[in-house]
Nanobody, 120 residues
Framework: QVQLVESGGGLVQAGGSLRLSCAAS????????MGWYRQAPGKQRELVAT???????NYAHSVKGRFTIIRDNTKNMVYLQMNSLTPEDTAVYYC??????????????WGQGTQVTVSS
């Protein structure tokens, strides 16, 4: 069993910053990719940023240069530093972690989501 616990969401004014955190715990053999997704009201969930265990990152075009994904392998944590926030960044943000449980089995886990609201 694996649990993902997110924190750091909240209300911020446009131009401000927030840092989201996600901690993975439980039965973890190893962690492959870690990432953040978001879902705004009435829209589909979309990728924000991912970071694999080789250090390769992938960002949505809309957040490049403003958001940074960071992982701490010693603590099984992933962070999303969000700067220069705009109202268009308002959404529920979800942490996703791909965990390897054995040589032949890996699985994607999702956090419960944390609300980010950016006021204009």
């Amino acid at each position: 069993q694996v649990q993902l616990v997110e924190s750091g969401g909240g209300l911020v004014q446009a131009g401000g910053s927030l840092r989201l955190s996600c901690a993975a715990s439980g039965s973890i053999f190893s962690i492959n990719a870690m990432g953040w997704y978001r879902q705004a009201p009435g829209k589909q969930r979309e990728l924000v940023a991912t970071l694999n265990n080789g250090g390769d990152t992938n960002y949505a075009h809309s957040v490049k240069g403003r958001f940074t994904i960071i992982r701490d392998n010693t603590k099984n944590m992933v962070y999303l530093q969000m700067n220069s926030l705009t109202p268009e960044d308002t959404a529920v943000y979800y942490c996703q972690v791909n965990i390897r449980h054995s040589a032949n089995y890996e699985y994607d886990y999702w956090g419960q989501g944390t609300q980010v609201t950016v006021s204009s």
